[in-house]
């Protein structure tokens, strides 16, 4: 059984900053590859990253490469999404979620992860 804590959500400006963190339970993190997905006001919950249990590989969704970077360190249980230049459209509570196995690979799919967080509000103003 996994156990993950965000933080770090919270208000930005339009062109800000903001990092999230994932707090993980459990002696074998880096047996698990993980993710971050996003669901805004009225819509299905997306994709956003993953990472691989080494931290050497990673998948971003279209709409965030170039401006978002997952990462994470193993020896603190933690997966971190670094979000940069941020736009409005980026505002929607953010989930962090493990899966039981290190690959990457299908990393986009949610059912692809057996478990989730509580979730973070980002929340960018225009």
């Known amino acids: 059984q996994v156990q993950l804590v965000e933080s770090g959500g919270g208000l930005a400006q339009a062109g800000g900053s903001l990092r999230l963190s994932c707090a993980a339970s459990?002696?074998?993190?880096?047996?698990?590859?993980m993710g971050w997905f996003r669901q805004a006001p009225g819509k299905e919950r997306v994709f956003v990253a993953t990472?691989?249990?080494?931290?050497?590989?990673?998948y971003y969704a279209d709409s965030v490469k170039g401006r978002f970077t997952i990462s994470r360190d193993n020896a603190k249980n933690t997966v971190y999404l670094q979000m940069n230049s941020l736009k409005p459209e980026d505002t929607a509570v953010y989930y962090c979620?493990?899966?039981?196995?290190?690959?990457?690979?299908?990393?986009?799919?949610?059912?692809?992860?057996?478990?989730w967080g509580q979730g973070t509000q980002v929340t960018v103003s225009s």
């Open positions: 990472i691989s249990g080494s931290g050497g590989t990673t």
């Open positions: 979620a493990a899966r039981s196995t290190a690959w990457a690979g299908t990393g986009h799919l949610d059912a692809a992860y057996d478990y």
């Open positions: 459990g002696r074998t993190f880096s047996h698990h590859a």
